[in-house]
């Protein structure tokens, strides 16, 4: 059955429903971080208890001055973990796509980490995936 609630949220447990990003050339196709993403929530757990193990073994003054770094390196691997699906249009120095893998995404979006947020908050945004109900199919 429709209900006007789907007007509002993505498809059950995030099955389906992405979002292609596009950026200056590239797609990035996304999928909901949100709490019906099994996925999502998973990977924010892992990657959080990696990052909280690794910040127990410094000093305050060091996890003071790598939170930034931990925070970028949480938000890559969730990211690429659990809501980047696939990409198109990025290309190598000689004019040749890139495939998508989990490895060289890793590689490449490491390198931009406000591409990597701008690519997150996309992705948290229900109104990204939200689609339109036909009121005759009711």
Same mark, same amino acid.
């Given at each position: 059955m429709i209900t006007n609630?789907? @007007?509002?949220? /993505?498809?059950?447990?995030?099955?389906?429903?992405?979002y292609d990003y596009e950026k200056h050339g590239v797609t990035f196709t996304l999928k909901f971080a949100?709490?019906?993403?099994?996925?999502?929530?998973?990977?924010?757990? @892992?990657?959080? /208890?990696?990052?909280q193990d690794k910040a127990n073994k410094l000093s305050e003054k060091e996890k003071e001055r790598k939170i930034i770094e931990f925070n970028q390196k949480l938000e890559l691997d969730v990211l690429v973990d659990s809501l980047l699906v696939s990409w198109s249009g990025v290309i190598d120095?000689?004019?040749?796509?890139?495939?998508?893998?989990?490895k060289t995404a890793k590689e490449q979006l490491g390198r931009?980490?406000?591409?990597?947020?701008?690519?997150?908050?996309?992705?948290?945004?229900?109104?990204?995936f939200t689609y339109v109900v036909d009121d005759e199919k009711k």
């Open positions: 609630l789907d @007007k509002f949220y /993505v498809n059950n447990k995030g099955k389906s429903n992405t949100g709490r019906a993403n099994e996925a999502f929530i998973a990977s924010t757990a @892992k990657h959080s /208890v990696i990052l120095n000689d004019g040749k796509p890139v495939d998508f893998t989990v931009f980490p406000d591409l990597v947020a701008e690519l997150m908050t996309a992705a948290a945004n229900p109104k990204n």
